[in-house]
């Protein structure tokens, strides 16, 4: 449960492009935040994300493990140090069954902050038993209009009932 949970939830943020890049057909300027790096962490109750298995219950998902079309989603809270700024959302969809526990899965997410003007989206591939591949940054708006780059995850923690998982985002001009 923890590796979905995870894999779900590491990013645990974004979902798919709300904002044109640079170099998409639309030009502009690069928003404020989208420019260097910036590191937030995403922190997601237990009681903020299911499974859906297509199954009645999602407590009959586990037994028989991941399977393809399974969708995992949630939300969380948004912190860049001890300030909450903002709420993530996001969903992965297994692609493909690997082993009893791993899969390779399309994982999406978006956070929207505080002041419901600024977002970012992410995108990529997640999943398996290595580490975590980066996503990608497919967009935002706001402060970070234009933005593109990548964004890693760092070691998750758990805090009681709590998922914390810090977020590096990296952007690029």
Known sequence: MKGIAV??????????????AIGQGQGG?????????KSFEVRIKEKDFGVNCGLDRASRCFPRGPRPANVIAGSGAVYDGATKV????????????????????????TISFNNKVDSLSVLGPSGGSGPTL??????????????RGTVSEGEDTTVGKEIRIPLNFTFIP
Not at 7 to 20: F, M, P, R, S
Not at 29 to 37: I, S
């Open 134 to 147: 980066p996503y990608a940054i497919v967009g935002g708006t706001g402060a970070y209009a234009g933005a």
């Open 29 to 37: 300027t690069l928003g404020p935040g989208a420019v260097g790096a």
């Open 7 to 20: 894999g779900a939830v590491a990013l645990t943020l974004a979902g798919v492009g709300v904002g044109t």
């Open 86 to 109: 903002g709420t993530a959302v996001f969903f992965n969809v297994v692609g493909k069954k690997l082993d009893k526990e791993n899969t390779l899965d399309v994982f999406s997410a």
